[in-house]
């Protein structure tokens, strides 16, 4: 079944301790991107990823990074969390040939930083 | 920037009937793709619809059509026969740049009365 899984699903954890949120697509597709969605505020993108070892900045990237050393994965790395991360993220990925094809998402993982 | 739209927070419809959620963006390209995603309560990002906006003709896919007016930068979704399954967050957005980043209105909360 073609899918994005992200890990974990739910996390509670507390400012400054260093998490990872892990992404994983089975499409070989070679185009990835990190949102965060917040009430009121719809999604925004943190980082996207043309291919492996190519990453890049979206709208609100402070805070976060990336990596992309295989084409399947592509983790969400907060070094240092802060409440203002608390947050529902969505991994997504696509071919990155069609620009505009359907972005496939991750089934969202909850965060929340106390 | 590229913006996108969505000035209805909230909408509700009767069962059975038909309702229509707004969305305006504003680009500086002249060949862009729109889209409306659904996130039913589950959180999944469920593609509904696509349009290319080099195409005059309205898409349609079963009850869901939009109503693509280039010109204004409008691009609504009308959804006919409105099933309970249908209340969900709704989101217009549009494909930015070469690399067809993503972007989101705040999206528009359905809700469908029995």
């Known amino acids: 079944e073609a899918q994005v899984t992200q890990n974990p699903r739910y996390l509670i954890t507390v400012t400054g301790k260093k998490l990872t949120v892990t992404c994983s697509q089975n499409?070989?597709?070679?185009?990835m991107s990190w949102y965060r969605q917040d009430p009121g505020l719809g999604l925004r993108q943190i980082y996207y990823s043309m291919n492996v070892e190519v990453t890049d900045k979206g709208d609100v990237p402070e805070g976060y990074k990336v990596s992309r050393k295989e084409k399947r994965n592509f983790p969400l790395i907060l070094e240092s969390p802060s409440p203002n991360q608390t947050s529902l993220y969505f991994c997504?990925?696509?071919?990155?040939?069609?620009?505009?094809?359907?972005?496939?998402f991750g089934e969202g993982s909850r965060l929340t930083v106390l | 920037a590229q913006t996108v739209t969505q000035s209805q927070p909230e909408m509700s419809v009767q069962e059975a009937e038909t309702v229509t959620l707004s969305c305006t963006y504003d680009t500086s390209e002249s060949d862009y793709y729109l889209f409306w995603y659904k996130q039913p309560p589950s959180r999944q990002m469920i593609l509904v619809i696509r349009q290319e906006a080099y195409k005059q003709q309205n898409a349609t896919e079963n009850r869901f059509s939009v109503n693509f007016q280039k010109a204004a930068k409008s691009f609504s979704l009308k959804i006919s026969d409105s099933q309970l399954g249908d209340a969900a967050m709704y989101f217009c957005?549009?494909?930015?740049?070469?690399?067809?980043?993503?972007?989101f209105g705040k999206g528009t909360k359905l809700s469908v009365k029995p």
């Open positions: 499409m070989n597709h070679e185009y």
């Open positions: 997504a990925s696509r071919e990155r040939t069609r620009a505009t094809g359907e972005l496939f």
């Open positions: 957005a549009s494909a930015r740049g070469s690399q067809g980043n993503l972007i």
